[in-house]
């Protein structure tokens, strides 16, 4: 199984970047891990789109999903049509809304994707993978995903977005590797008194060092600030193998 990253940036793209956007390749296909701002740009550098076999999004915000429409666009141009889609939870209704009030027609968003809502108790088997998953702190329905490679029983967890919560450690226990986020840096003004719907890099060092991982990998950050952040998580989690997420880097898992 692999990692390959298409986009790293927090709310906005930053430094050339993407937002969140991932493919997972196993014997079995590649599977499209979120998909927000100019990830397809990121995408066709690398892959055709034809090489995807599925989509999956952990939550409906647009640095996650709104690159979804170029995507469909894509497939249109391709005839690579009607890929299965994986959406939280609500997605369908707030996906095909949003497509509404844009004038996207949604008879050809359908010929696009074949889309669904996964549910979230249940592993969802895609792509040579078992996904597990987790609801996280966040404001919309969001979920940590634990990707299980059924042919190897290698396996990765993606944070996607989050506030600290206890017992998201034991969701990541021992992964072979985490992506996780590291938003809050700089912290917001008052940041003590507000609720905080993201980690700091203290927060997902100590993610790192709690959850017993074999590799770490920092994502979702403003690579503005990029050596602090790396500093910081490093420090925090006491790891030897813990990096940034950058463009088109892979890891093996």
């Not at 990253?5 to 493919?23: H, K």
């Not at 844009?102 to 010929?111: A, P, R, S």
């Not at 990029?226 to 998580?233: K, Q």
Request: proline content about 4%.
């Amino acid at each position: 199984m692999k990692l390959h990253v298409l986009g790293c940036s927090s709310i906005y793209p930053n430094g050339g970047q993407a937002t969140s956007g991932y493919v997972v390749e196993t014997a079995a296909g590649r599977l499209l891990l979120e998909c927000g701002h100019d990830v397809v740009s990121k995408l066709i550098e690398h892959y055709s789109v034809r090489h995807l076999t599925a989509a999956v999004i952990t939550h409906m915000h647009p640095d996650h999903y709104c690159g979804l429409f170029a995507l469909g666009n894509l497939l249109l141009a391709e005839g690579h049509l009607r890929l299965p889609l994986f959406l939280p939870p609500g997605g369908l209704n707030m996906f095909y809304e949003f497509a509404e009030r844009m004038g996207f027609d949604n008879d050809l968003l359908n010929d696009c994707f074949e889309a669904s809502e996964y549910i979230p108790s249940r592993i969802l088997n895609v792509t040579g993978l078992s996904i597990h998953m987790k609801r996280t702190k966040h404001p919309v329905n969001t979920f940590a995903m634990r990707f299980v490679e059924t042919s190897s029983n290698h396996d990765f967890v993606f944070t996607s977005d989050t506030g600290w919560f206890e017992e998201l450690f034991e969701f990541c226990q021992g992964a072979n590797l985490l992506l996780t986020e590291a938003t809050d840096y700089p912290l917001p003004p008052r940041s003590e008194s507000v609720r905080r719907w993201h980690m700091t890099p203290v927060e997902a060092g100590r993610l790192i060092k709690d959850s017993d991982v074999g590799r770490a990998v920092i994502t979702h950050y403003d690579a503005r600030f990029s050596d602090a952040i790396l500093s910081l998580a490093q420090s925090a989690s006491s790891h030897q193998n813990v990096s940034l997420a950058g463009l088109h880097e892979e890891y093996s898992i």
